[in-house]
């Protein structure tokens, strides 16, 4: 059983950054396909990013390509998601995601392991 933490969400302008961390404990993840999600207040969650288990593949929604990066440490047994250029809209609750796969999925009903998940409010 694969344990995730995520951390480094907060309080940030609209156009600032911040760099999410997703912390795994109790397995290698270098078996799993990983992803980031988020949900807003009201809404449905929704795909961010995804990363293949070796790091060389990566996809992206619509709305965050060019704005976010999604990476992954292995040694570290962590993923990150580096967000830029902050919008109003990227407020949301963000969680990462694990599956033991080769290869990259974007479907949230695919993840087997999820994360608490962590906070990230943008201000005007």
């Known amino acids: 059983q694969v344990q995730l933490v995520e951390s480094g969400g907060g309080l940030v302008q609209a156009g600032g950054s911040l760099r999410l961390s997703c912390a795994a404990s109790?397995?290698?993840?270098?078996?799993?396909?990983m992803g980031w999600f988020r949900q807003a207040p009201g809404k449905e969650r929704e795909f961010v990013a995804a990363?293949?288990?070796?790091?060389?593949?990566?996809r992206y929604a619509d709305s965050v390509r060019g704005r976010f990066t999604i990476s992954r440490d292995n040694a570290k047994n962590t993923v990150y998601l580096q967000m830029n250029s902050l919008k109003s809209e990227d407020t949301a609750v963000y969680y990462c995601?694990?599956?033991?796969?080769?290869?990259?999925?974007?479907?949230?009903?695919?993840?087997?392991?999820w994360g608490q998940g962590t906070q990230v409010i943008l201000s005007s």
């Open positions: 995601a694990a599956r033991r796969t080769m290869g990259i999925i974007t479907d949230s009903y695919l993840y087997d392991h």
């Open positions: 109790g397995r290698t993840l270098s078996s799993y396909g």
């Open positions: 990363i293949d288990r070796s790091g060389g593949s990566t």
